[in-house]
């Protein structure tokens, strides 16, 4: 079926410390693999995406990674500021455009 | 100018009730989705439409109704409103291919 894990559920670094944050998904056909970033009573915002014929792309402080064959996709911040404080979500896109999410990732960034 | 606009913001009402929450988009997007995203922020997708037609309709009690007018527009309308239907209902919409996906500010149900 279709369905995205995500991990850890909570995760707390020190600030300008890495953060990592990991998802597998269960359909090979899926080929899109968006992020997103909620701040708390905030909507859901789209930081960064890849497609499945692109390895990894990055975008200042954060990267992402999919590895294809062991359906594994992964979020990287580095050098974390306390704005980074936020649930993160992975999620993966299926046919007919149905975006399925993650459980979400809590990332505290501490002082 | 918000691109994906819900209302209202907050509903709070009794169990029993019928309400229904609104969603516009002005970005040209041809699919929209209501997500319902529960006491512990898990996002679930409800329904999508494309042009008008329905898409994808999850395992959603059949007291959810969505409404499309127009490609513009996706309401929800909620009928016997339950104890368990309190969540935040999230409007999105995405042009396709990719599905980049963008959302509106929530609408934050309580039923009392």
């Known amino acids: 079926g279709e369905n995205v894990e995500q991990h850890p559920s909570t995760l707390s670094v020190q600030e300008g410390d890495s953060a990592v944050i990991k998802c597998t998904y269960s359909?090979?056909?899926?080929?899109?693999f968006p992020w997103y970033k909620q701040e708390l009573g905030k909507r859901p915002q789209l930081i960064i995406d890849?497609?499945?014929?692109?390895g990894e792309k990055k975008d200042q402080r954060i990267a992402v990674t999919l590895n294809k064959t062991a359906k594994h996709f992964s979020l990287h911040i580095t050098e974390t500021q306390p704005e980074d404080s936020a649930v993160y979500f992975c999620?993966?896109?299926?046919?007919?455009?149905?975006?399925?999410f993650g459980k979400g990732t809590r990332l505290h960034i501490l002082p | 100018d918000t691109a994906v606009s819900q209302t209202p913001k907050y509903l709070v009402t009794q169990m029993g009730n019928d309400k229904s929450i609104k969603c516009e988009q002005n970005?040209?997007?041809?699919?929209m989705y209501w997500y319902k995203q529960d006491s512990k922020k898990f996002l679930k997708i409800m329904f999508s439409y494309n042009n008008k037609e329905l898409i994808i309709n999850e395992t959603v009690p059949n007291r959810f109704s969505p409404k499309s007018p127009d490609k513009a527009h996706l309401n929800l309308h909620i009928n016997s409103l339950e104890l368990g239907d309190s969540a935040v209902y999230f409007c999105a919409s995405s042009r396709g291919a990719p599905p980049r996906a963008f959302f509106g500010q929530g609408t934050r149900l309580t039923v009392v």
């Open positions: 999620a993966a896109g299926y046919r007919d455009d149905k975006i399925i």
């Open positions: 890849i497609r499945s014929n692109v």
């Open positions: 359909d090979s056909a899926s080929n899109y």
């Open positions: 970005l040209g997007h041809d699919t």
